[in-house]
């Protein structure tokens, strides 16, 4: 469909956004169910200004990346309970001026999670305590999984902090109980992504083949720890699935339809792959 004055706008706000492959993913949906959307993405150094544009110009929603998914919270008009409690807002809905966050992370890696298994009273462990992993750890909460949070010993302090708040355990990643008895391990670290794709997070020797491993990390695909999880029998699943049904989620909110989910995976593919 080509563009014209009926054409309504998403996009993603951040900065830099040059790389995002979030335009590829979300134009492709778009063509494939014939809807006349277009989907764009803006370098945003204000971001006040940048609302204050969404709404005069009835932009129907924006992807937020970073530095602005903390700013973002302080120009809408309400905020989902979720992204309220984690506090970062990565996608925004305008429904006729009335502004409306919501974050995406945590809903994506929850129904990856899910396509796999139930999460209810399961044991998790979470390794990492950063922005990724606070998502990931309220939307465990919110499916009752017995969750623990692991962290570097050195830097502790962030694994009891986000404890505190989800009200759950923490350890440092070196508790090898804890990983022997977990049904399922969240690796939220940025370890197995470059320069660090070669760095072990946890001991590999500690994993059990009745084990789930999600592996948040995308970038490479299949990560040393997932490659490893795998040979030993686990059910691995790969960041990119986070990443691409957080996306299928911003699209239905957008749009009110079910997302072309598998058109949408297979540009996300393509891209990671390049
Ligand atoms: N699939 C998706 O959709 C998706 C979405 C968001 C993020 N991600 C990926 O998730 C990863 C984390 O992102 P983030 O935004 O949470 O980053 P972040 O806020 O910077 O947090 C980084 C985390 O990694 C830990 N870490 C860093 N180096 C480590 C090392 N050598 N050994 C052990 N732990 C180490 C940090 O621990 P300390 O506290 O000890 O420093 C912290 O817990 C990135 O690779 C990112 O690409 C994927």
Not at 2 to 16: D, F, M, R
Not at 123 to 145: D, S, T
Not at 228 to 234: H, S, V
Request: glycine share 8%; charged share 20%; net charge negative.
């Amino acid at each position: 469909m080509s563009v014209n004055a009926k054409t309504t706008l998403c996009g993603i706000i951040g900065l830099p956004v040059d790389h995002s492959m979030s335009p590829a993913i979300h134009n492709a949906a778009y063509q494939e169910l014939g809807l006349n959307y277009v989907y764009l993405a803006f370098n945003v150094t204000n971001v006040e200004h940048a609302i204050c544009g969404m709404q005069a110009l009835n932009i129907r929603g924006f992807s937020v990346t970073m530095p602005h998914k903390l700013e973002v919270m302080k120009y809408l008009d309400e905020i989902d309970p979720v992204a309220q409690q984690i506090g970062a807002v990565n996608t925004v809905v305008n429904d006729d001026g009335h502004l409306v966050g919501h974050n995406t992370d945590w809903q994506g890696f929850i129904r990856a999670l899910k396509h796999r298994t139930q999460i209810q009273n399961k044991n998790v462990v979470l390794l990492g305590a950063g922005g990724a992993a606070r998502a990931i750890a309220f939307g465990i909460k919110q499916e009752h999984g017995q969750l623990t949070i692991l962290n570097r010993r050195e830097e502790i302090e962030m694994a009891e902090s986000l404890a505190a708040d989800v009200h759950c355990s923490f350890g440092d990643l070196k508790d090898a109980d804890v990983i022997q008895h977990a049904d399922i391990i969240i690796q939220a670290t940025s370890v197995g992504m470059a320069p660090l794709q070669h760095v072990d997070v946890i001991d590999i020797k500690l994993l059990q083949s009745n084990q789930i491993v999600f592996d948040i990390v995308y970038n490479p695909m299949h990560t040393k720890l997932l490659k490893a999880a795998k040979q030993i029998g686990c059910t691995v699943i790969p960041g990119f699935e986070m990443l691409l049904l957080q996306g299928v989620i911003q699209f239905e909110l957008w749009t009110g339809r079910d997302a072309p989910v598998e058109i949408m995976r297979d540009v996300l593919v393509a891209r990671l792959a390049k």
